[in-house]
């Protein structure tokens, strides 16, 4: 059965400074790792994902994660922050079901990051 | 296009009452999911329909819960009777067959807040 552990449910940073969402999955076959983010009063939106394409994924909104196998990780991060980024930040993992149906997404905790100005 | 959508958008009830919350996905998706979100938690699968039938209904955690999909597009989830480690928010995602095989990107609503009193 996979697994995913988000290191850290609350992380603060500065408007303009670096953000690091950290992500580890478990995983007996490859997996499709995603992350995703909710706002405010709204549903969750899809990020970025890797699908077995290049290890380094680039997203919506200047995000970016890199699939590292050795590490088991799957690290979400963005160069400048903004503080239209304040949000929760989901990291996911499927692994592919057979047939037609890729099968249940596995979550992390969750990670709510706050800009401050 | 719109995207999935979920009603109602907040519930309140007392333990021992009914409730039924709807679906509404992506016209078009066959695969339709539910997740649930109970406070503190991480996210967690409940089941996944693939047009009208249960692909996979592992994470349903007991008989009060009765999840439809008639006709294999809109769905709803029943809790009967409710009780108060029933609170929490409940996520519908929907993603697309295309050409026999699913697309890998579920796209989610934006909850049903449920509360038990």
């Known amino acids: 059965a996979q697994s995913v552990t988000q290191l850290g449910s609350h992380v603060s940073v500065s408007e303009g400074a670096l953000v690091l969402l950290r992500c580890n999955y478990s995983?007996?076959?490859?997996?499709?790792l995603f992350w995703y983010v909710q706002y405010p009063n709204q549903g969750l939106q899809l990020l970025l994902k890797?699908?077995?394409?290049?290890?380094l994924v680039k997203g919506i909104n200047g995000f970016e994660a890199e699939f590292k196998k050795s590490e088991t990780s799957f690290h979400l991060t963005k160069p400048s922050a903004h503080m239209r980024d304040a949000a929760e930040y989901f990291c996911a993992v499927r692994v592919y079901a057979g047939g037609t149906s890729y099968g249940k997404l596995t979550f992390g905790q969750g990670t709510i990051l706050t800009v401050h100005p | 296009e719109a995207g999935v959508t979920q009603f109602p958008s907040h519930s309140v009830i007392e333990k021992g009452q009914t409730v039924t919350l709807r679906c509404d996905p992506i016209?078009?998706?066959?695969?339709l999911y539910w997740y649930r979100r109970v406070m503190g938690k991480e996210i967690k699968f409940l089941l996944h329909?693939?047009?009208?039938?249960?692909?996979?209904e592992s994470g349903m955690p007991n008989n009060r819960f009765l999840a439809e999909r008639t006709g294999g597009t809109y769905s709803t989830l029943k809790v009967q009777p409710a009780e108060l480690e029933d609170s929490g928010v409940y996520f519908c995602?929907?993603?697309?067959?295309?050409?026999?095989?699913?697309?890998?990107?579920?796209?989610f609503g934006p909850g049903t807040r449920l509360t038990v009193l």
């Open positions: 890797y699908t077995s394409a290049a290890t």
């Open positions: 329909f693939v047009k009208e039938s249960k692909q996979d």
């Open positions: 016209s078009g998706h066959d695969n």
């Open positions: 995983s007996s076959v490859p997996p499709y």
């Open positions: 995602a929907s993603s697309q067959v295309r050409g026999g095989q699913s697309t890998d990107t579920q796209y």
